[in-house]
């Protein structure tokens, strides 16, 4: 099993920062792409920002140039600098994952808890 837990969520108010969290544990042999999605209140859950194995990234439109992903591969874990926040970015913010695991070798498709981003004055 693989277990994903994120950390980093909280209440901003706009134009602030929060930086996100995800780190990856269990049976992993190897981990590919790493992503972050959100969901709001009566809304799909989107892609916020996505990065391969190898450091390749693509983000959501609504958030380019103010959101950046990284990944520190030794640790299996993920990050998302959230800069110039905005009220319209309040959302349970999800991490996702594709994990070749151990005992099969084949891939699967992991989800975190979700953590909440709340932008407000």
């Known amino acids: 099993q693989v277990q994903l837990v994120e950390s980093g969520g909280g209440l901003v108010q706009p134009g602030g920062s929060l930086r996100l969290s995800c780190a990856a544990s269990?049976?992993?042999?190897?981990?590919?792409?790493m992503g972050w999605y959100r969901q709001a209140p009566g809304k799909q859950r989107e892609l916020v920002a996505r990065?391969?194995?190898?450091?390749?990234?693509n983000y959501a439109d609504s958030v380019k140039g103010r959101f950046t992903i990284s990944r520190d591969n030794a640790k299996n874990t993920v990050y998302l600098q959230m800069n110039s926040l905005k009220p319209e970015d309040t959302a349970v913010y999800y991490c996702?994952?594709?994990?070749?695991?151990?005992?099969?070798?084949?891939?699967?498709?992991?989800w975190g808890q979700g953590t909440q981003v709340t932008v407000s004055s």
């Open positions: 269990g049976s992993i042999f190897s981990i590919n792409a």
């Open positions: 990065i391969t194995s190898g450091g390749s990234t």
């Open positions: 996702n994952a594709l994990v070749v695991v151990t005992t099969t070798l084949r891939q699967y498709d992991y």
